[in-house]
């Protein structure tokens, strides 16, 4: 099957820093890849979409300038926590579809990265 | 605005007990309802889905039905086995709705032998 991986499983990092997580599609190419949080205990959130070669499309209350996203090549996309805050500690989850407009079964899941900001 | 309500978790069961994971829904449209899996250290698997009202979907001895009069969408397994130790997401989409999925919270199921 289709394979997501995500880099690092885990950070920690001090306030003010900034932190990269990366979102690989391991067996195949990602034409649309999706960025979502999710808080503890809460749903997952999301948060961007991003298709290879252009710009991120941000859900409501995302600030673009905080959480930059950049979708280089199509098994490759990056999320930028910039000036990283306490309150964006929490668990950072990419997925990544073959489709340029997916259906949710098309999506296929990285297991998530821990963002702990001390 | 569209919701997915998820029993709260954790779910402790024997090895061989009946699973129900209750799942409810809130939507404005017509939504495919889907049941997603984690298990420990991996990403989100989809497991079952259903598209239209009184599907039901199954995989894995899993099945969960659409019912549209009570908004529901329940996950049961007849006999669990610790491997299906996990967390369970109950998620809808609208169609039309730009393909975006909305979550529940989870529901984490732990089975002991």
């Known amino acids: 099957g289709a394979v997501v991986s995500q880099h690092p499983s885990w950070v920690i990092c001090k306030s003010g820093t900034s932190v990269k997580i990366e979102c690989r599609s391991l067996?195949?190419?990602?034409?649309?890849m999706f960025w979502y949080r999710q808080f503890p205990k809460q749903s997952l959130m999301l948060m961007a979409t991003?298709?290879?070669?252009?710009?991120?499309?941000?859900e409501q209350g995302v600030e673009k300038d905080k959480f930059l996203i950049n979708h280089a090549s199509l098994t490759l996309s990056t999320l930028t926590v910039t000036s990283a805050h306490p309150e964006d500690s929490s668990f950072y989850i990419c997925s990544a579809s073959l489709s340029r407009n997916p259906s949710s079964y098309e999506q296929y899941f990285g297991p998530g990265t821990r963002l702990t900001v001390t | 605005g569209n919701s997915v309500t998820q029993m709260e978790g954790p779910v402790t069961l024997s090895e061989e007990a009946f699973l129900t994971i209750n799942c409810t829904y809130t939507a404005t449209g017509y939504p495919s309802l889907f049941w997603y899996v984690q298990y420990p250290g991996e990403g989100l698997q989809l497991l079952l889905k259903a598209t239209k009202a009184d599907d039901k979907g199954s995989n894995k001895g899993f099945e969960a039905t659409y019912r549209k009069e009570t908004t529901s969408f329940h996950l049961e397994k007849g006999s669990v086995q610790v491997s299906d130790s996990a967390v369970y997401f109950c998620?809808?989409?609208?169609?039309?709705?730009?393909?975006?999925?909305?979550f529940g919270t989870g529901t984490q199921l732990k089975v002991e032998l």
């Open positions: 067996d195949f190419q990602a034409t649309t």
């Open positions: 991003s298709n290879e070669g252009s710009k991120a499309t941000y």
């Open positions: 998620a809808l989409i609208l169609t039309g709705g730009g393909n975006k999925l909305t």
